[in-house]
């Protein structure tokens, strides 16, 4: 196999992450793959010295045993990730790889990784990408990973897959995928134009032919953030950055001449409008102003039927829950934070449809490493980690937008027990009391 293997570099992205970069380098050190054949670059954007200091010792620990491993840091940080990727290509050591492996900071590929991904690129030469599966190590620790393990889970089992199999394209995660440098160049490389290079580099790609592997069946190892700051921050970017690139790309869409117009469509409309633009907004106004609205001005003239308020809502929910059945007794807690959640997301798409000035906001996604740790150093650095987090959380943990959702849905719900006929109170009450659980601070780890 040594002399059919291809040369590729694997890119690992770091930015003040300090908790996991000893498992992630060191899974990244052990793939099976002929060593001469391999380059890993560590690209930390670490502003932090004490961090940097950190990661490049453990890159000269692994480059002792031989592994060809270079860390490289740059000077500013300019294009963020994408920068740091575009750069990282550049070096000189890593011209001749044919391939590139993405992966950020929290994720530690299996050791058979590139020899169950790579084999797809070299069968046929018209695949730009293949996607692993993410699996969460720490979906356990709270509600809230719990949630975000039923969302990614079907965002994975049905849209990637179908994606996939019936149009060749999908989303790029921006982590766990394989590219082919061929590719990269050819859509015109990483652009730090939005906060989702990953997606507008799918997007480019896809609209110069190429096409798009999903490989559900490899799995990475990955920590979803547990705590709800870090989540709102991660969901700001994942609505508004495709909000923002599905205007900044129309055109470039519309105009482009090696797809055929039932992809361009998909792309525009499946993808970005229905899935980027459309799902956040409906949900916001059906759930958190229809509903509400109906309540207070309903009567004989507005009827609200069963059917749309209940029954195709609940139909769904439960196919979207069908991928996670072991969460199934948790879909009550999960529409209702999905309810209060849209509220976010619709604000951060509509900046980003705008280009308001949080549209290009980059925030790094803080994850704690606790599960996965089990190294003296990730503990203490856990230790002062906590301390810190401690401080932060007595000063502001009340969120303002959600107590004054509650407040408003509470109103209603009490109009529609005093005055109403239709039973909305019950709905109302819980997602108030939602918005109120969420608004004092009470979910996730604390």
Not at 136 to 143: H, K, P, S, T, Y
Not at 350 to 372: C, F, M, P
Request: glycine share 6%.
């Amino acid at each position: 196999n040594h002399h059919h293997a291809k040369a590729a570099a694997l890119q690992l992205h770091f930015h003040n992450i300090c908790m996991v970069y000893r498992l992630s380098i060191g899974a990244a050190c052990g793939l099976w793959w002929p060593a001469d054949k391999l380059v890993i670059q560590v690209l930390d954007d670490s502003t932090d010295a004490g961090i940097r200091a950190m990661v490049e010792a453990e890159c000269r620990r692994w480059a002792g045993k031989g592994v060809q491993i270079r860390y490289e840091n740059r000077s500013n940080r300019s294009g963020y990730k994408a920068g740091a990727m575009r750069e990282g290509l550049k070096k000189g050591y890593a011209k001749d790889c044919e391939l590139v492996a993405v992966f950020d900071a929290d994720f530690q590929p299996d050791a058979d990784f590139l020899r169950r991904t790579v084999p797809v690129l070299q069968a046929d030469p018209s695949v730009a990408l293949v996607q692993a599966r993410w699996r969460f190590v720490n979906a356990d620790e709270c509600i809230l990973t719990r949630i975000q393990e039923m969302s990614l889970d079907y965002h994975f089992s049905v849209e990637q897959e179908v994606g996939s199999a019936c149009h060749g394209f999908f989303g790029f995660n921006g982590t766990a995928g394989v590219w082919r440098v061929q590719a990269l160049a050819d859509a015109g490389g990483w652009k730090d134009r939005t906060t989702v290079e990953d997606m507008d580099l799918a997007v480019r790609a896809s609209m110069r032919g190429w096409r798009f592997v999903y490989a559900g069946d490899v799995q990475v190892r990955n920590e979803l953030p547990s705590s709800f700051k870090a989540y709102r921050y991660q969901q700001h970017r994942w609505s508004c950055g495709p909000a923002n690139l599905m205007r900044k790309m129309f055109w470039e869409i519309v105009a482009s001449r090696q797809v055929s117009a039932w992809k361009k469509v998909h792309v525009l409309y499946g993808f970005f409008f229905v899935r980027k633009v459309v799902a956040h907004l409906v949900t916001f106004l059906f759930y958190c102003v229809v509903i509400p609205a109906y309540v207070l001005v309903g009567g004989q003239d507005v009827r609200l039927p069963k059917y749309v308020a209940m029954y195709v809502p609940a139909i769904i929910t439960l196919l979207n829950a069908v991928c996670t059945p072991r969460s199934w007794h948790l879909l009550v807690f999960w529409i209702l934070f999905e309810n209060v959640m849209s509220m976010h997301r619709s604000k951060a798409t509509i900046i980003g449809l705008v280009e308001a000035s949080r549209a290009n906001e980059w925030v790094v996604t803080e994850k704690l490493g606790s599960v996965t740790s089990s190294t003296p150093a990730a503990t203490t650095t856990m230790a002062t980690n906590k301390g810190a987090t401690k401080k932060k959380k007595s000063q502001s943990s009340i969120l303002a937008p959600e107590i004054v959702m509650g407040l408003c849905l509470l109103y209603c719900a009490v109009y529609d027990i005093v005055f109403g006929h239709d039973h909305f109170y019950v709905y109302l009450l819980m997602q108030s009391a939602a918005a109120f659980v969420i608004g004092f601070g009470y979910v996730g780890s604390q």
